[in-house]
């Protein structure tokens, strides 16, 4: 029997792509995956960040991008495209259409079908960016919120239900309560 032959795409094909299909998909050095739906919570959390993150931002040069931005990242080894649920770029020079190359700030909500990816793969790729200062990872079936700094080693920093959760990278501190706003956890004994 035959192997299948592994094809891989160019850069430039994957980002031609992505500008006609109705469905997202990352790309890591010529391998491209698609990317599935996400749950409520998933979403609630996404907007909740989104909206706390904006406003903090607001009047500086940084810029809050949700899941429809890609984030690239190219070093001698890889190149690699991933859609990250939020990310910040204060960049000046950071202003391709389509994608950042410059992020100080991602953050992922975690969900059962990609969190060993989130916390593995793409977190080994997103290091390798010069400007990331700070990684975040949230939960959505419990109040975490996990934070890894360059500045500390890439070390966790765990925030939990009636802590305060600090994002370093943009000088915000707010409560992990309002992160989930508006998600009821099942009470499980």
């Not at 299909?21 to 907007?47: C, F, L, T, W």
């Not at 960040?49 to 990242?73: E, Q, W, Y």
């Not at 959505?140 to 500045?151: A, I, L, N």
Request: aromatic share 10%; hydrophobic share 40%.
């Amino acid at each position: 029997m035959a192997l299948a032959e592994k094809l891989s795409i160019s850069v430039a094909d994957y980002l031609q792509g992505e500008l006609v299909s109705d469905i997202k998909h990352e790309y890591i050095s010529g391998d491209v995956y698609a990317m599935a739906g996400a749950k409520r919570s998933h979403n609630i959390i996404s907007m909740n960040l989104s909206g706390l993150v904006f406003a903090h931002l607001r009047g500086t040069p940084c810029r809050v991008f949700n899941s429809d931005m890609k984030v690239h990242i190219q070093t001698a080894q890889d190149d690699c495209f991933f859609y990250p649920d939020l990310h910040i770029t204060c960049s000046a020079t950071d202003t391709a259409e389509h994608y950042n190359s410059q992020p100080k700030l991602i953050i992922e909500v975690l969900s059962d079908t990609t969190e060993r990816y989130d916390r593995a793969e793409k977190f080994h790729h997103y290091r390798k960016l010069s400007s990331l200062e700070e990684y975040v990872l949230i939960a959505q079936d419990t109040q975490r919120v996990e934070c890894y700094s360059r500045d500390n080693q890439w070390d966790l920093r765990l925030y939990q239900a009636g802590d305060r959760a600090v994002l370093q990278s943009i000088g915000l501190e707010l409560a992990v309560a309002e992160i989930y706003e508006g998600i009821a956890f099942d009470d499980v004994a």
